[in-house]
T-cell receptor
Framework: DAGITQSPRYKITETGRQVTLMCHQTWSHSYMFWYRQDLGHGLRLIYYSAAADITDKGEVPDGYVVSRSKTENFPLTLESATRSQTSVYFC????????????FGSGTRLTVV | QQQVKQSPQSLIVQKGGISIINCAYENTAFDYFPWYQQFPGKGPALLIAIRPDVSEKKEGRFTISFNKSAKQFSLHIMDSQPGDSATYFCAASTNQFYFGTGTSLTVIP
């Protein structure tokens, strides 16, 4: 099916563990984004990518790592999870930046205990 | 620093009423202003958007009003329905999107 899919939908991990959130899109959109959503903060950009092998930091990149070896995949890794990284994470894609709309995935709810 | 300020944080409206959500920005370089609608357990979805050369855009029951001189824009939902109950985010963009903090709308039957 065409679209943008995130996995897993829910994840519980322990403090200090590494965890990877997956994002896959089937439109061949150039741009992909990772946001975290927290009450009172709205959506905050973690990292984005303009194309394969091109990534850049957003507003809140500390503690996160991304890679983009293929256009369709944009995994987000928490190298050593902390409780402050408990959040809902959304991946989004767009054919361009700043124009049109972003298409969001359904999100991953991550709990760090 | 919040690039886009959104209010109110929550809103309760009777069915058939008008829901109004407001956003303000400072960066005059912003050139695209979308609104997103998010239902529980789902990702945000583009609802309606406007560019600063237009003062109003209407799509069905949803209208964006844009005041360039005041650097404000708002979403009006006419004849609000229980199915409109969701969280609404405004955003502004240059080469990346900056989102407001969201408004939780509840429409009471």
């Amino acid at each position: 099916d065409a679209g943008i899919t995130q996995s897993p939908r829910y994840k519980i991990t322990e403090t200090g563990r590494q965890v990877t959130l997956m994002c896959h899109q089937t439109w061949s959109h150039s741009y992909m984004f990772w946001y975290r959503q927290d009450l009172g903060h709205g959506l905050r950009l973690i990292y984005y990518s303009a194309a394969a092998d091109i990534t850049d930091k957003g507003e809140v990149p500390d503690g996160y790592v991304v890679s983009r070896s293929k256009t369709e995949n944009f995994p987000l890794t928490l190298e050593s999870a902390t409780r402050s990284q408990t959040s809902v994470y959304f991946c989004a894609s767009s054919p361009g930046t700043g124009v049109g709309g972003y298409t969001f995935g359904s999100g991953t709810r991550l709990t760090v205990v | 620093q919040q690039q886009v300020k959104q209010s109110p944080q929550s809103l309760i409206v009777q069915k058939g009423g008008i829901s109004i959500i407001n956003c303000a920005y400072e960066n005059t370089a912003f050139d695209y202003f979308p609104w997103y609608q998010q239902f529980p357990g789902k990702g945000p979805a583009l609802l309606i958007a406007i560019r600063p050369d237009v003062s109003e855009k209407k799509e069905g029951r949803f209208t964006i009003s844009f005041n360039k001189s005041a650097k404000q824009f708002s979403l009006h939902i006419m004849d609000s329905q229980p199915g409109d109950s969701a969280t609404y985010f405004c955003a502004a963009s240059t080469n990346q999107f900056y989102f407001g903090t969201g408004t939780s709308l509840t429409v009471i039957p």
